[in-house]
Structures are given as C-alpha cells and as structure tokens.
C-alpha cells in the first residue's frame, strides 16, 4: 500500500494524533497506581485485594503520559505548517541548499516567517514558538518532573498557537476542517476533543486574537456565549463556535 502525504497534509494528520493523545491523557484506571521511582504498579484485583507488580522490564505508564506525545506532535504540527506557509510563497526557501536534500530547522523556520508575515504573531506567541524547540528538546532527552496539570496547559497553550496560525495563514478553523472525514464521515469525536482543549483558556493570548482577527473581518457579526468551551464565540452568522464548533445554542441566542 502507498504511503503518500505532502507537507500540508503531513502537518494536519500529526494534529490530528496529537489531538487523540491529549484524550487519551484519561486512559488511567483509578484502581491502579504508579510509583516513579519504583517504575511498579499497586492495583486492585477482582476480589478487592490488592496487588503489586514489579518488573525490571517495561512497565506501561498511566494515561496521562500520553501528554508527553500531545506535546511532541503540537510541536511537529508547528513547524511542519510553518514551512507549509514558507513554501506556499517560496519553494526553495525551506532548504538549506539547492540540492533540496534538507530542510531547515525550527528556529531558521521562525526567523523566516516573521521576515514574510511579520505581524502574524503577537509577542507571547513568538515567545511561545521559539521556546517550543526547547521544549521538544528538554522532553526527548532529559527527565522531566511535572505535574500532568502543568502539561495540559502547555498542550493547550501550544494547540491555541496552531488555531491562531491556521486561521490566519490558511483560513482554517480547525472545529470546523475535522468535523467531517471523507473517508468515514462526521467526526465528532475529534470536535468533541478540541473542545475540551480550548476549555478555560480565556487569557491565551491566541485565543483572544483569533476572536478579534474573526470580529475584524465580520463586523456585522454578533458574538454569544458558547455552552461548549465557555468562551463569548459563538458567531450568530454561522450560528457554531469559531474556536471549538459547538452549535449556537437557541435558548442563549434567544436571551443574549
């Protein structure tokens, strides 16, 4: 079987996963818990007693260490787009010669974009791009000790910067572009997920100036409140939430 993605395609089917990793963040079994240090595992049996298992081996971790992969994609997917939006305007200017045989890296891809759009990003969310190298790095070589609190948010901070640049840059919203898979059709679970990603995260930075670009460039547009992600985005035009695609409740925009 072919195996065939372009780099526009490859930037959102890596979205896609790292969405489906930050659901998986609640695959843990409360019966079940996991000593670090240790590496082992204390769960209840069937009958209620307890047991404990230690292995040199491998011990598969809980759940919410799938933030781990959440993260790496979110920043995968960030780079692949920004080379996506430097190819679109220069072919060659993603390679680090003209025999095209490398591509360049993250930070060179950051400094380009600024030079083609240099008001596509405020100043936290350039912030937020340069320092996701780092992060990428910290997280696939060295050991880490946070708490999975801290890393949702970084995953939502980092998810709220690729919504930002994909409407943007691409005219995407991303509730609405994974609503629908033509291959198995409506696709709600992957809308139900980004959802709860862009849940309480009213003081990001992207988030804010996704509804303002959106109040920009539809001024006629009446924006109520989203019974979905809590947020003031639902546009009474397209009668759904620009940010997560919840549909206008009727009950709000009869009262609002």
């Not at 395609?9 to 963040?25: G, M, P």
């Not at 989203?226 to 639902?234: A, K, L, N, T, V």
Request: charged residues 25%; negative net charge; glycine residues 4%.
């Amino acid at each position: 079987m072919e195996f065939r993605l372009n780099l526009k395609q490859n930037a959102f089917h890596t979205l896609h996963r790292a969405i489906l990793e930050f659901r998986s963040r609640n695959d843990t079994e409360e019966t079940v818990q996991f000593d670090h240090d240790d590496h082992s595992l204390t769960f209840l049996r069937a009958d209620g007693t307890k047991g404990f298992y230690l292995d040199e081996g491998y011990t598969h971790p809980p759940g919410y260490y799938n933030l781990k992969f959440c993260i790496l994609g979110l920043i995968q997917t960030l780079e692949l787009l920004l080379k996506e939006a430097l190819r679109a305007e220069n072919p060659n200017s993603i390679f680090t010669d003209s025999s095209h045989t490398k591509t360049i890296s993250l930070s060179s891809a950051v400094k380009k974009i600024q030079d083609v759009m240099p008001n596509l990003f405020n100043e936290a969310q350039l912030s937020a791009v340069i320092q996701a190298k780092e992060l990428r790095n910290t997280i696939e070589h060295y050991e880490v000790r946070w708490t999975s609190e801290a890393l949702e948010r970084i995953a939502k901070y980092l998810f709220s910067v690729i919504m930002h640049f994909c409407y943007s840059v691409f005219n995407i919203r991303l509730a609405e572009y994974y609503a629908f898979d033509a291959r198995i059709g409506t696709s709600s679970e992957i809308v139900d997920i980004i959802r709860d990603l862009v849940q309480n995260t009213d003081n990001m930075p992207s988030q804010v100036s996704l509804l303002s670009q959106w109040s920009r460039q539809n001024p006629e547009d009446r924006m109520l409140f989203c019974i979905g992600c809590g947020h003031q985005s639902c546009s009474s035009t397209l009668k759904k939430c620009i940010l997560c695609g919840e549909e206008l409740s009727p009950l709000i925009e009869q009262f609002q």
